[in-house]
């Protein structure tokens, strides 16, 4: 059960479009479908964003959108706004019933 | 409303015991599987255990076997997690969560629990 392996940081300017990986093995990212994706702003409760590696929950964002290529997968943030500046975290199903997060990346926008 | 509040955490000396409970009101309860996962402070997340609907099924994360145990009961629409030989490093923010699609849908605001001496 080790962390999936995610960037600490990435930065981008408003508009532009950044990609957050979220590397695991086949245990785990690779052998399920089952990666979600959540938004966390400092001192807040972490919000889901992406479920079944590409589902939107209703009232999300359209400009945030999933993927999945093999072990990896990924979160794409378009139109960069400064709300988006945040902590995020991917999460797997991880076989026999349990899960695995990320180790989190912080969003800064320029 | 549909929601998830925590209670129970707080101080406890290492080796310590201590039961957190997570009240669920506005949903069918007994129909859902339901997490826990921490954050330790300035930390990351942390998948903690998973109970299935009829508490049949009970998962761990291997940092905490053979010391937590997930339980619910669905009566009084209520999840708790028993926590014993507690260390140090189980200091952390913990959430009780509502799974949809395999995922942490639903998030309640956390309890802290904080073991030292």
């Known amino acids: 059960q080790s962390a999936l392996t995610q960037p600490a940081s990435v930065s981008g300017s408003p508009g532009q479009s950044i990609t957050i990986s979220c590397t695991g093995t086949s245990s785990d990212v690779g052998g399920y479908s089952h990666v979600s994706w959540y938004q966390q702003h400092p001192g807040k409760v972490p919000k889901l964003l992406i479920y079944e590696g590409n589902q939107r929950p209703s009232g999300v964002s359209y400009r945030f959108s999933g993927s999945k290529s093999g072990n990896t997968a990924s979160l794409t943030i378009s139109g960069l706004q400064a709300e988006d500046e945040a902590d995020y975290y991917c999460?797997?199903?991880?076989?026999?019933?349990?899960?695995?997060f990320g180790t989190g990346t912080k969003v800064t926008v320029l | 409303e549909v929601q998830l509040v925590e209670s129970g955490g707080g101080l406890v000396q290492p080796g310590g015991s201590l039961r957190l409970s997570c009240a669920a009101s506005g949903f069918i309860f007994s129909t859902y599987w339901m997490h826990w996962v921490r954050q330790g402070p300035g930390k990351g997340l942390v998948w903690v255990s998973r109970?299935?609907?009829?508490?049949?099924?009970?998962a761990y994360a291997d940092s905490v076997k053979g010391r937590f145990t997930i339980a619910r009961d669905n009566a009084k629409n209520t999840l708790y997690l028993q926590m014993d030989s507690l260390r140090a490093e189980d200091t952390a923010v913990y959430y009780c969560?509502?799974?949809?699609?395999?995922?942490?849908?639903?998030w309640g605001q956390g309890t802290l629990v904080t073991v030292s001496s």
């Open positions: 969560v509502r799974e949809y699609d395999s995922s942490c849908a639903l």
């Open positions: 109970i299935n609907g009829d508490g049949s099924i009970q």
């Open positions: 999460c797997s199903y991880a076989g026999s019933h349990t899960f695995v």
